[in-house]
Nanobody, 119 residues
Framework: QAQLVESGGGLVQPGGSLRLSCAAS????????MSWYRQAPGKQRELVAQ???????NYPDSVKGRFIISRDNTVNTAYLHMNSLKPEDTGVYYC?????????????WGQGTQVTVSS
């Protein structure tokens, strides 16, 4: 059974850094596009980073230059390195794995991990 488990969230001061981890089981992350989304209270879930199965990355302007997504296929885990954190980065961060095989979409979500940026 496919599963994603996020970890690494917590409370950090503005300007600080965190590394989130997304450990996968039941499937191989190298075959999937891995993404991180966040959802702030009262707001819609938004994409913050994506890495394709071929290693191409994509970031919205709000985090470009501060966040880095990576993947370690040897431990079947994706990461989100967050630097220069701002209060507006606060939210629940979710990991997603997605692939399309023969027009069939497989998409998995983790349970989320809370990130709070505050002094």
């Amino acid at each position: 059974q496919a599963q994603l488990v996020e970890s690494g969230g917590g409370l950090v001061q503005p300007g600080g850094s965190l590394r989130l981890s997304c450990a996968a089981s039941g499937f191989t992350v190298s075959n999937y596009a891995m993404s991180w989304y966040r959802q702030a209270p009262g707001k819609q879930r938004e994409l913050v980073a994506q890495i394709s199965s071929t290693g191409n990355t994509n970031y919205p302007d709000s985090v470009k230059g501060r966040f880095i997504i990576s993947r370690d296929n040897t431990v079947n885990t994706a990461y989100l390195h967050m630097n220069s954190l701002k209060p507006e980065d606060t939210g629940v961060y979710y990991c997603n794995a997605r692939t399309v095989v023969h027009a069939s979409v497989n998409s998995y979500w983790g349970q989320g991990t809370q990130v709070t940026v505050s002094s």
